[in-house]
């Protein structure tokens, strides 16, 4: 037994119990504050969740989402006979066109000239989306919030009618806005000066992928606190003389529809029109009583590094993997994936390996779809009308069919929801877009 010390005072009783009670008191406090932040809208690592809060669209199916959802639940094609000047000149003469259109309804005379078709698309969904969110961009906000899109061709139409007055018809001078209204960053800045969005605000230009890597830099944005509300999405409109005869040269075009993972597939068909939505901070979208639609829960992006136009199984599965490791996810959560799925043999057998080795056995109760089947292929703005198929899973209980389904392919051995919709509940959801140049991007969402 040790020498009491001089002037040492004995111990409490109790005292010991004491500080050891203090610090599972911290800690009990500790746990309550991470779980406040994960309900109120931070994650345990301290990013913040992120809310949609609004959803816009103009597409072949409709244009409003109202109408676009009732014709993915109707199965409802709206791939047709195309319409526009030189089409007889064309081997591919289908495509998911957006009839009857006519800028004056919904722009006047000085806004028609600097907006090229895409950029026209983009602002008329962007005002569905901003409307529905209830958002005023004004004081604060307007400084913390942004615009991210996706497109692959910017002002398509543009470059097609001054190349006719050049080379055509021989003409010396073409309009001086020709440049500002074919530039692919035309719509984000028109869309930031529409709201007054001074916060970041740019394009992304990845074929195929171009919507979801916008997305996902826009999810980024809001869940690091870089951003409150950012706008984003795509558009893309190259239904044009120029736009389709350069998509025959690939010989990848259906001449007839778009049958994806069907054993009779011949083809991807284009599409056009956008999808825009209202990526906002949770805390925020809870703070002033926002309808969230749907939580934006993980990202994934990545290169195949392999070939321009081959895609990579291993490449898209591990973009797959990514995306839920990103979003916490078990395989096992997941009930619905929007497939990329363009009706080709090389993208849907990839995909379908991918999806497959990427869930394993949890691949045979999966649902995966393509909705292409049904508005085309939009290219850049693809991922973004895809994405509302994904919130009208999660909110509604319904999964978009792939139409045009015709044979089994024992290649793509899946369950593709063939022909006509389904009524189920999913909790978590999947939107893959893999581009040609081997750029790959999958965006997560949960439901709320």
Request: glycine share 12%; net charge neutral; hydrophobic share 40%.
């Amino acid at each position: 037994m040790s020498a009491k010390r001089k002037g040492e005072k004995p111990a409490k009783s109790g005292a010991k119990t004491k500080k050891v009670t203090g610090k599972v008191k911290s800690a009990t406090k500790a746990a309550r504050t991470l779980l406040g932040r994960v309900i109120m809208g931070r994650h345990a690592n301290g990013m913040r969740r992120v809310a949609i809060t609004g959803m816009g669209t103009i597409n072949a199916l409709g244009r409003d989402v109202r109408s676009t959802f009732e014709a993915m639940r109707e199965g409802r094609c709206g791939i047709g006979p195309l319409d526009f000047r030189d089409v007889d000149r064309l081997a591919v003469k289908i495509g998911g066109q957006v009839r009857d259109w006519e800028p004056e309804t919904y722009f006047n005379r000085q806004q028609i000239v600097l907006y090229d078709k895409f950029t026209q698309f983009t602002l008329l969904a962007a005002r569905e989306a901003v409307e529905q969110s209830g958002l005023v961009f004004e004081g604060e906000l307007g400084l913390h919030s942004g615009v991210v899109l996706g497109t692959a061709a910017g002002g398509m139409n543009t470059w097609d009618e001054n190349y006719r007055t050049v080379y055509e018809e021989g003409k010396n001078r073409v309009h001086p806005f020709v440049v500002p209204k074919l530039m692919n960053n035309a719509a984000c800045s028109h869309l930031s000066m529409e709201y007054g969005l001074l916060g970041p605000s740019f394009t992304v230009a990845t074929a195929c992928a171009s919507s979801n890597h916008a997305m996902g830099m826009a999810f980024n944005m809001v869940r690091s606190g870089a951003a409150t509300v950012m706008l984003t999405g795509g558009s893309e409109a190259m239904l044009c003389f120029g736009g389709v005869k350069a998509w025959e040269g690939l010989r990848v075009m259906s001449k007839d529809a778009c049958r994806p993972f069907s054993a009779t597939r011949n083809g991807m068909v284009q599409g056009e029109g956008a999808g825009i939505f209202v990526f906002e901070d949770w805390e925020h979208a809870v703070a002033r009583g926002a309808d969230i639609l749907a939580e934006v829960v993980g990202f994934s992006m990545s290169a195949d590094a392999q070939d321009i136009v081959m895609p990579s199984p291993q490449g898209a599965e591990r973009t797959i993997t990514n995306a839920m490791l990103d979003a916490h996810m078990r395989p096992e959560e997941v009930g619905y994936i929007n497939a990329h799925g363009t009706g080709t043999a090389a993208n849907d057998k990839t995909e379908c390996a991918a999806v497959a080795h990427a869930f394993g056995h949890h691949a045979d109760r999966l649902m995966i779809s393509s909705t292409k089947s049904m508005h085309g292929h939009l290219i850049g703005g693809t991922g973004a009308v895809e994405l509302l198929a994904c919130i009208m899973a999660l909110r509604d209980g319904v999964i978009a069919p792939t139409i045009g389904y015709e044979e089994p392919d024992p290649e793509c051995a899946l369950d593709v929801v063939p022909n006509e919709a389904r009524e189920a509940k999913v909790d978590a959801v999947l939107s893959n877009a893999f581009a040609f140049g081997g750029l790959n991007a999958v965006i997560a969402l949960r439901k709320v």
